[in-house]
């Protein structure tokens, strides 16, 4: 008998227990939900040092049969049978125990972002404009006109910032129209984002991160330490600072010196077992990311000495990207221009102007993939197995 605290042991002697018990208990199938009561013994023979010998078994909804996915099997099953019949899968202790530290993880960094002065905030996820690039947006009709799904908080945390909360931080889902099948994306995601007013330049955002990550993976390590859960010494010890590499010197290891290209997936592995083995810390930071990458985004705040340079980041550990972030613009005329030379149209972004038009203080934040995070920590082979009922290309259901 299996319940969330894990398996018990019901033993029905012969001779001593009622014969309809037994013949209840050899014709129930496996899964089945029941409410049992009896009396405890202590006991050698069983995992918990107890047994339970039951007087009476009501049996509360039997389990059809075959299943589809074995609960207590050792053989395991491939990943996308497992996620076919996720609520099964859910059910085997070595599958929730991946929660139980999602669990752990998000409440130590509630409590690092309280502890700072953060409030929690909650922004609109369905939309008129995108924010990170057009090619993953998800439209909606939304009652006739055309909107969109939010690919990122990015617009409404920092006109927060505009509106004087100064730092503010959400938890939500984030949606990329991502066609690509890897084993790091996914089209619905968590997203954990941090906004922070009043920055004196992007090492305060850097700071301000590790300081919040190591402070949530301290605190989840202590807390799963009193749940026995299995992956709690994978957790690793937090050595800040991160070293922080810029761009320029991981392009000329990668042999590209100036090209100012995009890393792909293999390009960020050979760059974390390089950091890795030069700097001695699985987190590293990527910096100063040129404007001819991704990090081009509209709302970069690029170097004043060089303004084919961002003051965009991302946070690697061992070859995966799990955060980006930077310090914003912050200057409305600047903005407006960056928005045109990206091809957007300020008109659409009105609202998110009008934050700017009537004192905006200097800031900056990130976005950390929260699915990413517990793949890197865990060891896991793939995204999916970070997230409840995860959604992919190909996958809507369950
Ligand atoms: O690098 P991204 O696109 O940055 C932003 O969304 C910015 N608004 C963040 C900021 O504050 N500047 O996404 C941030 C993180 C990535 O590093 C990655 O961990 C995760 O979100 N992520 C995904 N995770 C799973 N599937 C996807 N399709 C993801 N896209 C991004």
New binding site residues.
């Given amino acids: 008998m299996r319940d969330r605290s894990g398996g018990t042991q019901v033993t029905l002697k012969k001779g001593v227990a009622d014969p309809a018990l037994f013949a209840l208990l050899a014709e129930l199938p496996r899964e089945s939900v029941i409410d049992v009561t009896g009396t405890v013994r202590k006991s050698e023979k069983s995992n918990r040092g107890v047994e339970l010998f039951p007087d009476r078994i009501d049996v509360l909804t039997r389990a059809g049969v075959p299943l589809p996915l074995g609960v207590v099997d050792k053989v395991s099953a491939d990943l996308d049978t497992r996620l076919n019949h996720r609520v099964l899968d859910l059910r085997k202790p070595e599958v929730r125990a991946i929660f139980e530290v999602r669990t752990a993880l998000l409440a130590g960094f509630r409590d690092a972002f309280l502890d700072r002065g953060f409030l929690e905030i909650e922004t609109p996820k369905i939309l008129r404009a995108g924010?990170?690039g057009g090619a993953t947006l998800f439209a909606v009709d939304y009652f006739g006109s055309p909107a969109y799904l939010a690919?990122?908080p990015?617009l409404y945390k920092q006109m927060l910032i505009g509106a004087g909360f100064e730092r503010v931080f959400e938890i939500a889902p984030?949606f990329?129209a991502?066609p690509s099948d890897t084993v790091?994306?996914?089209?619905e995601?968590g997203?954990l984002?941090a906004e922070i007013g009043y920055i004196d330049g992007v090492e305060d955002v850097r700071r301000i991160l590790e300081e919040v990550l190591a402070a949530a993976i301290d605190s989840a390590r202590r807390r799963l330490a009193g749940w026995a859960n299995p992956f709690a010494p994978r957790l690793p010890e937090v050595r800040t600072p991160f070293p922080r590499i810029p761009f320029a010197s991981a392009e000329r290891w990668l042999g590209r010196a100036g090209a100012g290209i995009d890393f792909g997936t293999e390009d960020e592995k050979a760059i974390g077992e390089w950091a890795v083995k030069e700097h001695g810390n699985p987190f590293y930071y990527l910096i100063d990311f040129p404007t001819s990458t991704k990090e081009r985004t509209f709302y970069a705040q690029r170097q004043d000495a060089d303004p084919s340079r961002t003051w965009y980041f991302?946070l690697d550990y061992r070859g995966t990207?799990?955060?980006?972030?930077?310090s914003r613009e912050h200057r409305l005329d600047r903005v407006i221009s960056n928005l045109k030379s990206a091809g957007l149209d300020p008109a659409s972004f009105e609202g998110y102007l009008e934050a700017f038009r009537f004192g905006m203080p200097p800031h900056g934040?990130?976005?950390?993939?929260v699915?990413?995070l517990v793949m890197v920590l865990l060891g896991l082979g793939n995204?999916r197995e970070a997230r409840l009922f995860p959604r992919d290309r190909y996958r809507l259901d369950p």
């Fill in positions: 924010a990170e690919q990122s990015q984030a990329r991502e790091r994306h996914l089209t995601f997203s984002d991302d990207e799990i955060v980006s972030g930077g934040g990130w976005g950390l993939g699915d990413r995204v």
